[in-house]
Each structure stands twice: as structure tokens, then as C-alpha cells.
């Protein structure tokens, strides 16, 4: 799928190998950002060994592609403990880290849902580094449920009972008719536990019931609930249970007179996430669903990202300058003249730029030759890369 929607060069097959790349590829191009979306491990693997190999990750693309920004999408299931000691990596490597909770109706978005979301930017990017604080969002309504349900699946062959309301409730539906009760098949409902009370500002879902076969643990609440279409979708249950909606969730629906319970389709679940056309029908499908368990809304992704995308123009600002060329004070002058009167990659202080210029060849020359005038000869000038340029 990644093939399919972006443009990468490779796709690998887990962090150990990405990590070996990094470490291998010989690749030292500027790099600025790094993003971590964390999803829920599966059995057998170790929290503590993936926080620990993404840690060492960051630390290899910082010193081999000035790695500058970083930013973690962290699920819900993983251990605090854990996210502490690799935060605390962070900033025993020079990373200013900040953390917070994000709830995706806060940012409009319909997903009941939310995540936590660290975000870090390297100290020396510039002389005074402060933490990326994303700001509140404007106050946008989430929209509900039932703007995303799509009436043409409203039909009897998807109906697994009828509504809680109607007269025929706990009746088997053949060809849209009663054919009375089976004590096998029959359907029970049940009050819904207290949830948070919605208000104008902060929306949530809404369980209207829970539905259950006659022959299933009415105890076991995930998979059973119908949800009201005035509410937000509830997250993707990435729990197995043997009720009738699964990782999904009912809905009620009526045609004429009669009241109808059908799952959510796929589809309709992932149309909540607000994404594109083209990635909501690749995600609704069946290879492709616990995706969800650990998916961003659209309006919350683009909320953090517009935050990291203005901190890295922050510090492309911050380290090109383009100095007066009314100066004329030596050697400054001189040091204009080599460079055209731009420095496109500012270092945050005197110390980093003398070790940056020993570092490189032409630019230890050049410093010689801004320090000694008497070294500005053609032999000099000919081991440094230059541009003629008239005034």
C-alpha cells in the first residue's frame, strides 16, 4: 500500500531493517524530520525493545543527516513507563521534548478517539531552542455519525434484528418478515453503561443499547453496542469477541413502519477518519482493517503537522542570513566577498562555527584566508571552490 500511495524509494519490512539502513546506506543528505506512528505490538514483541531501537534510530539520523524535528504518534496500549525512559534518551541527546494528550473531537474530527503525541526538536538547530507547543484549534464541530452512513446499505440482507423499539424485537427476520422466535437465535438488549455526558463544546458517542444473541454472555460488552447516528464513531475495537458486530459497532435504521439494526460497513467506519476518496476505499478493506486500531484522524494529522512543518521554516529562517553589503569593516568585508554576502547555514554560536569551518577543508582555508589576508594569493584562492562575481 505504500508503494500505491506514496512515492517511497524502499519499504521495509520492520525498524530492525530500516535501522540497518540508515547505519549501511551510506545516505548522509539532510534529513528533517522523523515521524513515529506507533501501533499496537503484536504478542511476543517487546514495547521496551521498540522505544529502545527507535531511540538509537533518532540518534543515528541526527548524527548522520542532521536529523532536526521529531515527531511521535504514540498508541493508547503502550506502557507510560516505557515512553519515559526513551523520552529521557531524548534528552540526554540534546532533544527538547514536549508531550501531551490529544483528543481527536477537539480538533473536529468524528473518531472518538485519541493518542498521545510527543514531539522534539534538536538543541543546537539554533542558539535559543524552545519546545514545540502546538496551540489550541479553533472550536470546529465534529461531525456526527450519521453524516457518514450510506443509505443504500441500509437493506435487509445486512439486518440482524430489529430495532429495540419495534414490535417484532427478539423475532428471526426471513425475507423482511417475523417468522417468531427461536430461543437459540433471539436477540436480548441491555442498558448501555454511563458514559461522559456530551455538551456543546466536548460531543462523544452515544450507545443506545447493547444487542446480543439468546445464547451469548450478555456480560461481554465489546462488539454488542448500537450506537445512536447523533453521536461520534467510537474507535476501532481491535479486541476479538464472538459478538454480533465484532470490531465494529450497530446502527439502527427504518424503513416504513419497521425499525432494522445492521452493522457499520467498513467503508462508513473509515469515512470518519475524513481522509481522501482513494486511501478511505483502500483502508475499508478486509486485509487492511486493523489499520484503524492505530489510525489519525485527518484534522488532528494535519493539525500536528502544520505545527512541525512551521517550527522547520522557523529554523530555516533562523539559520540563513543575508548580511548588509554596506559594511565595509575588514575582514568582514572580505568574508562577503567570498560569500556573495549569504549564509545559508548559521551555527548557533562561535564555538560550533570554529569547529564547522576545521571540519571542512575549503572552509578552514577560507577562514585562513579571512584572518591572514596576506594568504589571499592565487594559490590560495585556486584550492577553494568559487564563482566570479562583478559589483
Same mark, same amino acid.
Given at each position: 500500500?505504500?508503494?500505491?500511495?506514496?512515492?517511497?524509494?524502499?519499504?521495509?519490512?520492520?525498524?530492525?531493517?530500516?535501522?540497518?539502513?540508515?547505519?549501511?546506506?551510506?545516505?548522509?543528505?539532510?534529513?528533517?524530520?522523523?515521524?513515529?506512528? @506507533?501501533?499496537?505490538?503484536?504478542?511476543?514483541?517487546?514495547?521496551?525493545?521498540?522505544?529502545?531501537?527507535?531511540? @538509537?534510530?533518532?540518534?543515528?539520523?541526527?548524527?548522520?543527516?542532521?536529523?532536526?524535528?521529531?515527531?511521535?504518534?504514540?498508541?493508547?496500549?503502550?506502557?507510560?513507563?516505557? *515512553?519515559?525512559?526513551?523520552?529521557?534518551?531524548?534528552?540526554?541527546?540534546?532533544?527538547?521534548?514536549?508531550?501531551?494528550?490529544?483528543?481527536?473531537?477537539?480538533?473536529?474530527? @468524528?473518531?472518538?478517539?485519541?493518542?498521545?503525541?510527543?514531539?522534539?526538536?534538536?538543541?543546537?538547530?539554533? @542558539?535559543?531552542?524552545?519546545?514545540?507547543?502546538?496551540?489550541?484549534?479553533?472550536?470546529?464541530?465534529?461531525?456526527?455519525?450519521?453524516?457518514?452512513?450510506?443509505?443504500?446499505?441500509?437493506?435487509?440482507?445486512?439486518?440482524?434484528?430489529?430495532?429495540?423499539?419495534?414490535?417484532?424485537?427478539?423475532?428471526?427476520?426471513?425475507?423482511?418478515?417475523?417468522?417468531?422466535?427461536?430461543?437459540?437465535?433471539?436477540?436480548?438488549?441491555?442498558?448501555?453503561?454511563?458514559?461522559?455526558?456530551?455538551?456543546?463544546?466536548?460531543?462523544?458517542?452515544?450507545?443506545?443499547?447493547? *444487542?446480543?444473541?439468546?445464547?451469548?454472555?450478555?456480560?461481554? *460488552?465489546?462488539?454488542?453496542?448500537?450506537?445512536?447516528?447523533?453521536?461520534?464513531?467510537?474507535?476501532?475495537?481491535?479486541?476479538?469477541?464472538?459478538?454480533?458486530?465484532?470490531?465494529?459497532?450497530?446502527?439502527?435504521?427504518?424503513?416504513?413502519?419497521?425499525?432494522?439494526?445492521?452493522?457499520?460497513?467498513?467503508?462508513?467506519?473509515?469515512?470518519?477518519?475524513?481522509?481522501?476518496?482513494?486511501?478511505?476505499?483502500?483502508?475499508?478493506?478486509?486485509?487492511?482493517?486493523?489499520?484503524?486500531?492505530?489510525?489519525?484522524?485527518?484534522?488532528?494529522?494535519?493539525?500536528?503537522?502544520?505545527?512541525?512543518?512551521?517550527?522547520?521554516?522557523?529554523?530555516?529562517?533562523?539559520?540563513?542570513?543575508?548580511?548588509?553589503?554596506?559594511?565595509?569593516?575588514?575582514?568582514?568585508?572580505?568574508?562577503?566577498?567570498?560569500?556573495?554576502?549569504?549564509?545559508?547555514?548559521?551555527?548557533?554560536?562561535?564555538?560550533?562555527?570554529?569547529?564547522?569551518?576545521?571540519?571542512?577543508?575549503?572552509?578552514?582555508?577560507?577562514?585562513?584566508?579571512? *584572518?591572514?589576508?596576506?594568504?589571499?594569493?592565487?594559490?590560495?584562492?585556486?584550492?577553494?571552490?568559487?564563482?566570479?562575481?562583478?559589483?
Amino acid at each position: 500500500m505504500f508503494g500505491e500511495f506514496t512515492e517511497c524509494k524502499s519499504v521495509f519490512n520492520g525498524i530492525k531493517d530500516l535501522y540497518h539502513h540508515i547505519r549501511s546506506s551510506g545516505d548522509c543528505s539532510i534529513l528533517s524530520g522523523y515521524m513515529i506512528h @506507533s501501533h499496537r505490538l503484536p504478542p511476543g514483541d517487546s514495547m521496551h525493545n521498540f522505544w529502545q531501537l527507535q531511540a @538509537s534510530i533518532i540518534g543515528e539520523l541526527r548524527k548522520l543527516r542532521s536529523l532536526s524535528v521529531v515527531v511521535v504518534f504514540v498508541h493508547p496500549e503502550h506502557d507510560g513507563c516505557v *515512553l519515559t525512559m526513551f523520552q529521557k534518551n531524548l534528552r540526554c541527546n540534546g532533544w527538547i521534548i514536549s508531550a501531551q494528550k490529544v483528543a481527536f473531537p477537539d480538533c473536529g474530527d @468524528s473518531i472518538d478517539g485519541h493518542c498521545s503525541v510527543i514531539l522534539a526538536v534538536h538543541n543546537t538547530n539554533d @542558539s535559543n531552542v524552545v519546545p514545540i507547543s502546538p496551540k489550541t484549534p479553533p472550536h470546529v464541530p465534529p461531525s456526527p455519525l450519521g453524516s457518514y452512513i450510506w443509505t443504500p446499505f441500509n437493506e435487509t440482507p445486512s439486518v440482524v434484528s430489529f430495532g429495540r423499539d419495534d414490535k417484532a424485537f427478539g423475532s428471526s427476520i426471513v425475507d423482511d418478515k417475523c417468522t417468531g422466535t427461536d430461543p437459540d437465535i433471539k436477540m436480548t438488549a441491555s442498558e448501555p453503561k454511563a458514559s461522559g455526558t456530551a455538551t456543546v463544546s466536548r460531543p462523544t458517542q452515544t450507545v443506545l443499547y447493547n *444487542l446480543h444473541r439468546g445464547d451469548s454472555d450478555s456480560s461481554i *460488552l465489546v462488539g454488542s453496542a448500537v450506537m445512536s447516528l447523533n453521536g461520534l464513531c467510537p474507535a476501532f475495537c481491535a479486541e476479538k469477541n464472538g459478538n454480533l458486530f465484532g470490531h465494529y459497532f450497530g446502527m439502527e435504521f427504518k424503513v416504513g413502519d419497521r425499525v432494522y439494526v445492521r452493522p457499520i460497513s467498513p467503508f462508513e467506519f473509515v469515512q470518519c477518519f475524513g481522509l481522501t476518496d482513494d486511501l478511505t476505499y483502500k483502508l475499508s478493506q478486509p486485509q487492511f482493517k486493523f489499520i484503524s486500531d492505530a489510525g489519525i484522524p485527518g484534522r488532528t494529522s494535519v493539525w500536528i503537522l502544520d505545527h512541525l512543518n512551521e517550527r522547520l521554516e522557523e529554523l530555516r529562517d533562523a539559520n540563513c542570513q543575508v548580511f548588509d553589503p554596506s559594511q565595509y569593516a575588514v575582514p568582514v568585508s572580505m568574508c562577503q566577498s567570498f560569500v556573495n554576502g549569504a549564509i545559508g547555514a548559521r551555527l548557533p554560536n562561535v564555538e560550533a562555527w570554529k569547529h564547522g569551518y576545521d571540519n571542512d577543508p575549503e572552509m578552514s582555508l577560507l577562514r585562513e584566508m579571512i *584572518l591572514m589576508p596576506s594568504k589571499v594569493t592565487k594559490i590560495f584562492s585556486q584550492k577553494v571552490y568559487c564563482i566570479p562575481c562583478g559589483h
